[in-house]
């Protein structure tokens, strides 16, 4: 194994709470139903309009899921005036898992815009490899990310692993014939993730570091 693709919310970032909330007030802001808690934490994962769809099957109007979508982003950016920290270990371990000659990669439901504020906010704009976003892409579970991930390190499934926190971080990986790993700590339960059939749970991110760094090869071809 030597590539290692990360989810953003949830497995990298420590950003649910805002999420939730975010979602909440703009539910409040376009005279929708609040959805709960758990609710809207259970479609963390999926491009934004996928996620809308999913907690509001009966919105027809797509100005009115336009306004939803547009009140959540500009509550979800007055929330991250202060950005949300990356969990615990998370710094360390990827530095760590970098000098070892891991290929690094991010994965996310964010937009791109969303995803290079926040890697601008920690430092991290040049620290992987390559990155890909629901808005230039096909969203998760399609396996479309993670191919184009693939194909541009020249690297195969066989080489790569799938780090998330939800069922559409695991199906994907499935889908696209990676080793699926679930954090535990983010947006989904233990419960939820085992039934996606992850290879392996991790209850934080060091316990993933533990858990990666013995597994580097160069190639899975290489038999080292």
């Given amino acids: 194994m030597n590539t290692l693709i990360f989810d953003w919310d949830g497995t990298l ?3 649910i709470d805002n999420i939730v909330f975010a979602m909440q007030r703009a539910a409040v802001d376009v ?5 709960s808690a758990r609710e809207v934490r259970d479609i963390i994962g999926l491009a934004l309009p996928d996620a809308v769809t999913v907690l509001y099957p009966d919105i027809l109007d797509p100005l009115l899921s336009g306004r939803l979508i547009e009140a959540y982003a ?3 950016l007055a929330l991250e005036r202060d950005p ?6 998370v710094g360390v371990a990827l530095e760590a898992l970098r000098a070892r000659g891991f290929h690094l990669a ?4 964010k937009a791109r815009r969303g995803l290079d504020r926040m890697l601008a906010s920690h430092g991290l704009e040049d620290y992987f490899d390559i990155t890909r976003c629901a808005d230039e892409t096909a969203g998760k579970p399609h396996p479309m990310m993670i ?3 693939l194909a541009e390190l020249g690297v195969t499934p066989a080489d790569t692993c ?3 926190d939800s069922e559409f971080d695991i199906r994907m990986g499935h889908n696209a014939g990676v080793c699926p790993v679930a954090v535990t700590y983010g947006a989904m339960t233990h419960a939820q993730l085992l039934r996606c059939r992850p290879v392996h749970c991790v209850d934080s991110f060091d316990e993933f570091h533990g858990w990666a760094l013995p597994r580097f090869r ?3 071809l290489a038999g080292a």
Avoid: K
């Fill in 162 to 164: 799938m780090v998330g």
């Fill in 218 to 220: 160069s190639s899975q």
């Fill in 74 to 76: 500009d509550n979800y």
């Fill in 13 to 15: 970032a420590n950003s």
């Fill in 31 to 35: 005279d929708l139903p609040v959805r």
């Fill in 84 to 89: 949300s920290p990356l969990f615990d270990g």
């Fill in 147 to 149: 191919e184009e991930i």
């Fill in 106 to 109: 991010v994965a996310t439901g």
